[in-house]
């Protein structure tokens, strides 16, 4: 019998709405719909500051008319909130569950969550990076640390008790701290180890949609080489992961590229800012995953390689 045709995933990153000054272009301009599937993998619009969720809002509902199925996960910038509002993680994520449940067809929201589609598992999460204590404000004692140069430690804020009773905090909001991030990166990393269990069992293929990147190799711009906290703002090491792992996309380094590591494609289309000018952005980039599960081959069923 002939093969099932692979589900076909549109993928785009980092556009950062919020960087426009006048009006947003056209979303043709953006992305043009090529694929029944469309992934946004953060980064689109922060969110923090609420006059910027209409923006976004209107995007989304542009993006569920033109795709039959719209995947949105949050980037660090989503987060990004004024210091006098301080808007928290918890709150961002509640806002953007509830506004892709109220579309006028529904998106789906991954963090730390998965769907199935066409018997493809597809497992979404931010991913924060992993910082060593080495670049901690308090190990470092220097400013030449992750937790004293990245701006989301000054820009985004969270809960200071527990993350899931988002009203009752709102008053405890801090400012987010490595232990934060780390935190929610071992739970990502979980995560993902348990959905590719999942995937292995139910003989299905696993895609992985992330922010931040799961490998150092070739994902970020040459000009960050050097500086020992740069690459922790952007990724970690995860590619003893990637056994079980047909495709993993990610956005957040503003560095477009489409590589194979360990068997796994690796793969990132980014826009940037508007004041940028990324290489390699494609408005029609679409990933393909087979629908029968890669490596069945050992079993005596069939390999889609």
């Known amino acids: 019998t002939q093969a099932a045709a692979p589900l076909r995933v549109q993928i785009a990153s980092d556009i950062h709405l919020e960087f426009f000054k006048n009006k947003i272009p056209p979303l043709e301009e953006i992305i043009q719909p090529k694929a029944p599937v469309l992934a946004l993998l953060g980064d689109i619009c922060a969110l923090g500051t609420e006059e910027k969720r209409p923006v976004y809002r209107s995007f989304l509902e542009q993006c569920v008319l033109k795709w039959d199925v719209v995947i949105v996960l949050a980037g660090n910038h989503e987060y990004y909130s004024d210091y006098n509002k301080k808007t928290t993680v918890q709150q961002v994520n509640e806002w953007l569950r509830a506004t892709c449940a109220e579309l006028k067809k529904p998106a789906h929201f991954l963090q730390d969550a998965s769907i199935v589609l066409s018997n493809v598992r597809i497992a979404g999460a931010t991913l924060w990076t992993d910082i060593p204590l080495s670049q901690t404000v308090e190990v470092a ?3 030449e640390c992750v937790e004293y140069k990245l701006n989301d430690f000054r820009k985004c804020f969270t809960s200071a008790l527990d993350p899931n009773k988002t009203k009752e905090n709102q008053a405890k909001a801090r400012a987010l ?7 929610w990166h ?22 992985v949609l992330t922010h931040h990147s799961p490998t150092f190799q070739n994902t ?5 080489e050097g500086k020992e906290y740069m690459k922790y703002c952007a990724s970690t090491d995860l ?26 494609r690796v793969v990132s289309n980014q826009r940037g800012y508007t004041f940028e000018n990324v290489d390699g952005y494609n408005t029609e980039c ?20």
Do not use: Y
């Open 186 to 207: 071992k739970r990502s990393v979980a995560f993902i180890k348990a959905e590719a269990e999942a995937a292995a069992k139910a003989e299905q293929n696993l895609l």
């Open 220 to 224: 970020s711009n040459k000009e960050g």
């Open 286 to 305: 679409v990933i393909e995953v087979p629908r029968a599960r890669v490596g069945c081959r050992r079993r005596g069923m069939c390999s889609m390689m």
């Open 141 to 143: 004692q220097s400013p």
């Open 239 to 264: 590619e003893h992961m990637f056994k079980g792992i047909h495709t993993w996309c990610h956005g957040h380094t503003h560095f477009n590229g489409d590589q194979s590591i360990k068997g796994t």
């Open 177 to 183: 701290q490595a232990s934060d991030t780390n935190s």
